[in-house]
């Protein structure tokens, strides 16, 4: 069935670094979405995107979808503490089922 | 409701006894999933109820698992003859409309723990 991979697995970065995570398929995906679990939380939807190309942002947090629309990437800009947990891409497919990446968890160190 | 809740928060269970496990999803929402999280991993599907479709049970890991939902309120996951394996947190989600392109809600999750 349709997949995603999601690297890397582990980030550990300084505040104030950059932080990208990336999701990759091997098929075309109609749509992506992108999920933020905190250490204990629960997944909480961040974004979705569906067009080839289309970037959206939301203060520090770029999402990228590419123009063959078989990638994704988060970049987080200027990490702060407030940003670790595990960041999750997430895809539809044609059944309706939501089909998780394996996540890429990010600690920063102050 | 304000969210999708689940009970219990926590679940503590002999190896061999039957568990049942409760989602209430947002009122509306005609799509539930269950999915499972290990201590450190992703998330794993179990099942999806869509309305009043056949669910999906393509995630279910073995007939000990069952789940069940009426029409588009509340769910229940059923584990008989628990095992050791089966200790992870339990996560219930729900979403809006017809297939997929929808943001899921999670709820905050029912930790298992099979001693």
């Known amino acids: 069935g349709q997949q995603v991979m999601q690297i890397p697995q582990y980030q550990h970065v300084q505040e104030g670094e950059d932080f990208t995570t990336y999701c990759n398929s091997s098929?075309?995906?109609?749509?992506i979405q992108w999920y933020k679990q905190r250490p204990g939380g629960h997944p909480v939807f961040l974004i979705q995107?569906?067009?080839?190309?289309e970037v959206k942002k939301q203060k520090r947090l770029t999402f990228q979808f590419g123009e063959a629309k078989k990638n994704s990437s988060l970049h987080i800009t200027a990490t702060q503490t407030t940003d670790v947990g595990t960041y999750f891409c997430?895809?539809?497919?044609?059944?309706?089922?939501?089909?998780f990446g394996q996540g890429t968890e990010l600690s920063v160190k102050p | 409701g304000a969210g999708v809740s689940q009970s219990p928060s926590n679940k503590v269970t002999e190896k061999g006894k039957d568990v049942e496990l409760r989602c209430d999803p947002i009122?509306?929402?005609?799509?539930l999933y269950w999915y499972r999280q290990r201590l450190g991993q992703g998330l794993e599907f179990l099942i999806y109820?869509?309305?009043?479709?056949?669910?999906?049970k393509s995630g279910l890991p073995s007939d000990r698992f069952s789940a069940e939902r009426t029409g588009e309120s509340v769910s229940t996951l059923t584990i008989q003859r628990t095992q050791q394996e089966d200790s992870a947190v339990y996560l219930c989600?729900?979403?809006?409309?017809?297939?997929?392109?929808?943001?899921?809600?999670f709820g905050p999750g029912t930790r298992l723990t099979v001693t």
């Open positions: 997430a895809l539809y497919n044609q059944g309706g089922k939501l089909i």
């Open positions: 989600a729900s979403s809006s409309g017809l297939a997929g392109f929808y943001e899921q809600y």
């Open positions: 995107l569906v067009k080839s190309g």
């Open positions: 009122s509306g929402h005609t799509a």
């Open positions: 109820f869509q309305g009043n479709s056949a669910p999906d």
């Open positions: 098929t075309t995906l109609s749509n």
